[in-house]
Nanobody, 118 residues
């Protein structure tokens, strides 16, 4: 059974930091690219960052470049999104997706809430 589980969300003040984790089981983790998405209230889900199966990162949003860092450890079947200098507009539910390198299949986690507020 495949599971993708996010954790690490919470309430943080503007300027604060959070580290989100994405732990996967039931798949060969090193065969999957990982994407972090977010969905704010009344907005569409948007791609934040991706990392290839062998660790090459890409940031889809200009607003997070220089503040967010995506990483992974294939030995731990885990990926992370380090978020620094958080802003209220970063408030959203953050989702992790695992997509097979050949696009054979993909899986989503249940999401973790990030709230940035004074």
């Amino acid at each position: 059974q495949v599971q993708v589980v996010e954790s690490g969300g919470g309430l943080v003040h503007p300027g604060g930091s959070l580290r989100l984790s994405c732990a996967a089981s039931g798949i060969i983790f090193s065969d999957y690219a990982i994407g972090w998405y977010r969905q704010a209230p009344r907005k569409q889900r948007e791609l934040v960052a991706t990392i290839t199966e062998d660790g090459y990162p890409d940031y889809a949003l200009d607003s997070v470049k220089g503040r967010f860092t995506i990483s992974r450890d294939n030995d731990k079947n885990t990926a992370w999104l380090q978020m620094n200098d958080l802003k209220p507009e970063d408030t959203a539910v953050y989702y992790c997706s695992a997509v097979h390198k050949l696009a054979l299949n993909g899986y989503w986690g249940q999401g973790t809430q990030v709230t940035v507020s004074a």
